[in-house]
């Protein structure tokens, strides 16, 4: 029988598809929150399965940064 897929395993394999993302345009994509988000992502970054790669820019405020999974990985 296959296992459900954690939260964080979906966002994990939504950032190798997409390469570069934002965690702004994966919370829009997946129909979470913000908040939400920003918790898989830091478990994540915790974990180091992925890394932010560089900031986005445009706007006013703190600015997004880039997320891909870690090439050391591959």
Known sequence: ??????F???VFWHIYDCQHC???D?????GVSPA???RA???LLDRELVV????????VGRKP???QVNPKLA
């Not at 029988?1 to 954690?6: A, E, F, N, V």
């Not at 994966?26 to 997946?30: E, H, N, P, S, V």
């Not at 932010?52 to 706007?59: C, D, F, M, R, S």
Request: charged share 25%; aromatic share 2%.
């Open 8 to 10: 964080e395993e979906v």
């Open 1 to 6: 029988m296959r296992r459900s897929r954690t």
């Open 41 to 43: 992502v830091a478990l």
């Open 65 to 67: 940064h880039w997320l």
């Open 22 to 24: 934002l965690r702004g």
């Open 26 to 30: 994966l919370a829009d994509r997946l």
């Open 36 to 38: 939400t988000m920003s």
């Open 52 to 59: 932010e790669t560089g900031v986005a820019g445009g706007g």
